[in-house]
């Protein structure tokens, strides 16, 4: 196996609270790996850790790809190889759904400077990859939340990331466009090879898509597991998914 993640002692207070508690995890090549956790677990906070957005508090260490993410800041952990979706999409609004990928894709890795046209060569190949074909020009202020969550992984893979940070990106969508889009989830893994880092609160396709659990309560791992393993753990099920095995097992 060969680590392409790697967390220690990872904490944060915001005043009194414990926000995450010393937290450590390895994310191997490869793998998709799955986060959960109820609202206020402290899944959010994790990934902001991880992308730079705050900072942990003394003692971590978080290293990705041989490099330290201590003190680097998001647009450079970006450059590395890391990217990103957000619970609630963040389109560049103004700009056109074809241009938001552009932007994206000015974050790639390796100190690439290549041409405004090649740039908007890659976007179009994403937004058909994602299913945007046709809405290249639309402002991106009329997509739907699907399409605008579609968007986002293409933005998101715009920066030839080797790995890709999911924050729920199934949350408002029907059972239709979740089929759709974890299907799509699949494909990015399997044509580039790429690890992911799923947080999601669906669970059904949650556990067909992860390789692996990390489950976390109040800012604390409290199991890790395959699916089958974590549905029934007994801190998950009293943490999370409810108060019974069978229940549990009905919810995977």
Same mark, same amino acid.
């Given at each position: 196996m060969n680590a392409l993640l790697e967390v220690e002692h990872l904490n944060k207070h915001f005043g009194g609270l414990h926000a995450v508690k010393d937290v450590a995890f390895t994310v191997e090549r490869g793998e998709i790996i799955g986060i959960l956790g109820p609202n206020g677990a402290g899944k959010t906070t !994790?990934?902001? !850790?991880?992308?730079?957005? +705050?900072?942990?508090?003394?003692?971590?260490r978080v290293v990705f790809d041989g490099h330290s993410l201590l003190g680097v800041a998001p647009h450079r952990i970006a450059s590395l190889g890391i990217s990103r979706t957000f619970q609630l999409c963040r389109p560049f609004v103004g700009l056109s759904v074809v241009e938001n990928v552009v932007v994206g894709a000015l974050g790639s890795r390796r100190g690439e400077r290549p041409? /405004?046209?090649?740039?908007?060569?890659?976007?179009?190949?994403? !937004?058909q990859r994602v299913g945007l074909t046709g809405k290249e020009g639309m402002p991106v202020e009329v997509l739907s939340y699907?399409?605008?969550? /579609?968007?986002? +992984?293409?933005?998101? !893979?715009?920066?030839?990331p080797s790995l890709l940070l999911l924050d729920e990106p199934?949350?408002?969508?029907?059972?239709?466009? +979740?089929a759709e889009l974890s299907a799509l989830i699949r494909q990015v893994h399997a044509d580039d090879g790429l690890t992911v880092l799923l947080i999601e609160h669906k669970l059904r396709e949650f556990m067909r898509l992860v390789d692996r659990v990390i489950a976390l309560d109040f800012g604390e791992v409290i199991a890790r597991g395959t699916p089958e393993e974590i549905v029934r753990h007994p801190a998950v099920i009293e943490a999370y998914i409810g108060r019974t095995e069978d229940e549990a097992a009905h919810a995977a």
């Open positions: !994790l990934y902001n !850790l991880l992308t730079g957005f +705050i900072a942990p508090d003394a003692g971590a041409r /405004r046209g090649d740039l908007e060569a890659r976007a179009h190949v994403l !937004l699907g399409d605008q969550r /579609r968007l986002e +992984i293409a933005r998101a !893979l715009a920066a030839r199934f949350a408002g969508l029907g059972s239709g466009e +979740i």
